[in-house]
């Protein structure tokens, strides 16, 4: 088949195509209806070193100290131990693993900023629970970065506990918003996807239809056949029986 025969195949089956289009946004649209709405809302969590700065040289050493450390706190905002955390915080009819499946992370490009995610079913619950993982991982850092308080006896027999401040600290930097649309599904997605698909078999069906059609219809048919010229043709009528 050339080009022209492509078009005279959609030209002639056109109402294939708009029945397969208007199907797939038909689907498009019960999809967006059937799904549940998710909302998502997100908390930053900024990474730094504790104590004032000496020098621009202890500054960068302090930085890089802050983004070395960044990878291992992602796994901590999506490990069960913080989720659970944040369960007996919040008292919501979770379990750990459920809570940390739906929080999710990215890291800020160049910097120590992390964005905890977490997604549900309730856009309010949604805002609580990211700003309750933010919160609960700031303490969790300063618990894990805190040493051990150390204890020393004096020659006077007094006993001397020292505390060490934590070198890196985590600080809530952003708090988590209402989110006031749903993260999925998209309605306009799911029906541009629907109308493509349908659109497709709809032309694909139109193609097929013309190439399995071996009726003869027009007199250009019957000279490509036969290698012959038409002489004449008889008109349909309806009207004679």
């Known amino acids: 088949m050339d080009l022209r025969q492509y078009a005279h195949a959609l030209r002639v089956h056109w109402r294939a195509i708009w029945i397969c289009l208007l199907i797939g946004l038909g689907v498009g649209g019960a999809l967006t209806l059937a799904t549940t709405p998710v909302y998502s809302a997100t908390a930053d969590v900024f990474i730094s070193t504790s104590g ?127 989110p006031r649309s749903p993260q999925a599904p998209s309605t306009i997605d799911n029906l541009a996807l629907g109308a493509t698909l349908g659109l497709l078999l709809g032309i694909l069906i139109a193609l097929l239809r013309d190439l399995l059609d071996n009726t003869v219809k027009t007199g250009k048919q019957v000279e490509e056949i036969t290698d012959a010229a038409v002489l004449g043709g008889v008109l349909f009528d309806p009207s004679i029986p």
Do not use: C, H, W
């Open 52 to 178: 004032a700065s000496q020098s621009e040289s202890a500054d960068l050493q302090a930085n890089q100290i802050a983004l070395n450390r960044v990878p291992t706190y992602v796994s901590f905002l999506t490990g069960r131990n913080l989720a659970q955390r944040v369960i007996d915080r919040t008292g919501i009819d979770m379990t750990a693993a459920e809570l940390a499946g739906s929080v999710s992370t990215v890291i800020i490009p160049d910097s120590a900023i992390i964005g905890a995610t977490v997604t549900d079913e309730s856009p309010i619950r949604a805002q609580i629970l990211a700003n309750a993982v933010a919160e609960e991982f700031v303490k969790l850092v300063e618990e894990f970065e805190t040493p051990a308080p150390t204890t020393v006896t004096s020659d006077s027999g007094e006993t001397i506990t020292t505390t060490t401040t934590a070198p890196v600290k985590a600080t809530q930097s952003e708090i988590a918003t209402f």
